[in-house]
């Protein structure tokens, strides 16, 4: 089984801060990792997502996150946050166990972004 | 355009009444589930179907029925719904079961049982 966290459920930051938004997993096996993003009043839409290689994975509006073995991390960043950034974002993972494609994810973090 | 499409977006009932959301989607895919969304606990998946006739239980089945008869529509059914299932619910879909396959969320029913 596995498990996320995703210890902040709020962060505020100001306009063209960087911003951390903190993601933690176990698993007893080898995982998939996604960040989602759910804009208000819309469903989740894929951010990024790590499956191998290089462990630094970057979206194309500019967050990118690391996946971090050791510490069972994939942390999202972003170096400077617009107005627009404001959202709730979902860590997620998949176990390489059977039963399809199931996502579990974290409780979410509401980034606001504030002027 | 491809997308996840779920009706009703809003639904008002009572306690027992039967009720029926849909979802359908237009890419082919094979794999499609339901998730509930409740504060503090995420994203909780219902039901999964790998394909036509192919249903499975997820996290949290109970209270909730879904078939797949066609590959394009996967519908979530409240036989006697009751107020703990009062939710915001998202339906997915993605080309394969595959792990690595990014899922595509519809836009949500947001449910309350009286």
């Known amino acids: 089984a596995q498990s996320v966290t995703q210890l902040d459920s709020q962060v505020p930051v100001f306009e063209e801060a960087p911003v951390e938004l903190r993601c933690n997993y176990s698993?007893?096996?080898?995982?998939?990792l996604f960040w989602y993003v759910q804009y208000p009043n819309q469903g989740l839409q894929l951010l990024l997502k790590?499956?191998?290689?290089?462990?630094l994975v970057e979206s194309i509006n500019g967050f990118e996150a690391e996946f971090n073995k050791s510490q069972t991390s994939f942390h999202l960043r972003k170096p400077s946050v617009h107005i627009s950034d404001t959202a709730e974002y979902f860590c997620?993972?998949?176990?390489?166990?059977?039963?399809?494609?199931?996502?579990?994810f974290g409780t979410g973090t509401q980034l606001k972004v504030e002027l | 355009e491809a997308q996840v499409t779920q009706n009703p977006r809003y639904l008002i009932t009572v306690t027992g009444k039967k009720l029926t959301v849909t979802c359908s989607q237009n890419?082919?895919?094979?794999?499609m589930s339901w998730y509930r969304q409740d504060p503090g606990l995420g994203l909780r998946q219902i039901y999964y179907?790998?394909?036509?006739?192919?249903?499975d239980k997820g996290d949290v089945p109970e209270g909730y029925k879904v078939s797949r008869k066609e590959k394009r529509n996967f519908p979530l059914i409240l036989e006697s719904p009751s107020p703990n299932q009062t939710s915001l619910y998202f339906c997915a879909s993605s080309l394969s079961r595959g792990h690595q396959e990014t899922q595509y969320f519809g836009p949500g029913t947001r449910l309350l049982v009286l």
């Open positions: 790590y499956l191998s290689g290089s462990t």
């Open positions: 179907s790998m394909n036509v006739e192919v249903t």
């Open positions: 997620a993972v998949t176990g390489l166990t059977g039963g399809g494609n199931k996502l579990t």
């Open positions: 890419m082919n895919h094979e794999y």
């Open positions: 698993s007893s096996v080898s995982v998939y």
